[in-house]
């Protein structure tokens, strides 16, 4: 069982990790003027599940999902490291992320498919960009998690 600071420190860690992964779409979304914002398209996903959610509601929900999957990662990362499964460490960092961008690709082509939802996006641009945010998103997470620890 997770004590409440340990919990308190992984949500943190959490919250800056997916703002880095966040910040890193939407400015790949800029450069190639294409719609790679993971929370804007949870929220049109979610309008194609027949919700009744207002579209305020939808993109607040898909905000709120987009970082409760940063936050899974983030345990998930912690668990590795705290039972000695991977070492905190840059190499370590890059294969998490690695995993993690083939993850949120399956996991994308997944919610895709099972929404019928097909966004008029660059699918491979997307991919790769995704792939390359979660890279970022671990090695964040790596960084503010092994901060944490001098507190």
Known sequence: MMDFYTFIQLLIVSI?????????SCFMSKQFQELYKEPVLLSFVLSKLKMELSVK????????LHFLIGFLFVLAYYVLWVKDI?????????LLGAISGIIGIICWMFIFKMS????????????????????????????????????
């Open 57 to 64: 509601s939808e993109k607040i929900l898909g905000w709120l």
């Open 16 to 24: 800056i990790a997916t703002a880095a992964m966040t910040s890193f």
């Open 86 to 94: 991977l070492p905190i460490s840059t190499l370590s960092a890059l």
């Open 116 to 151: 019928n939802h097909q966004p008029h996006i660059d699918f491979k641009g997307y991919y790769l960009q995704l792939f390359f945010a979660h890279i970022i998103f671990a090695i964040i997470a790596t960084a503010f998690y092994s901060l944490s620890l001098t507190f």
